[in-house]
């Protein structure tokens, strides 16, 4: 294949990877709560100055600036999202590389 076709391709990889791990990401905005909950767990299981949990009874989790709980909400939807899409952007990183080998 000359250059430009393989520059083509690529590109179209890219973007279906990009689409697979958007759908992912959107995935991960309603699933949320539920992941976030996974995430901090271990923390809110570690007794620290004799007090178990978070929230208001137990250790805080705080956030420090104005935007910085849906950059948070944000974050865990692309982590979401990417391990949900793992198999769409693998696959198309696989079906670009292979024909190579």
Request: charged letters at 10%; aromatic letters at 16%.
């Amino acid at each position: 294949m000359p250059l430009m076709e393989h520059l083509r391709e690529l590109r179209n990889r890219l973007v279906k990877s990009v689409l697979g791990i958007i759908l992912g990401m959107v995935v991960g905005w309603f699933l949320y709560a539920r992941a976030f909950n996974f995430i901090t767990g271990p923390f809110c299981r570690v007794p620290i100055q004799d007090t178990v949990g978070c929230g208001p009874n137990g250790h805080p989790l705080v956030v420090t600036g104005v935007f910085d709980p849906f950059f948070v909400k944000l974050k865990v939807a692309f982590v979401v999202g990417i391990i949900v899409s793992f198999p769409i952007w693998f696959y198309q990183f696989w079906a670009f590389i292979a024909p190579g080998l």
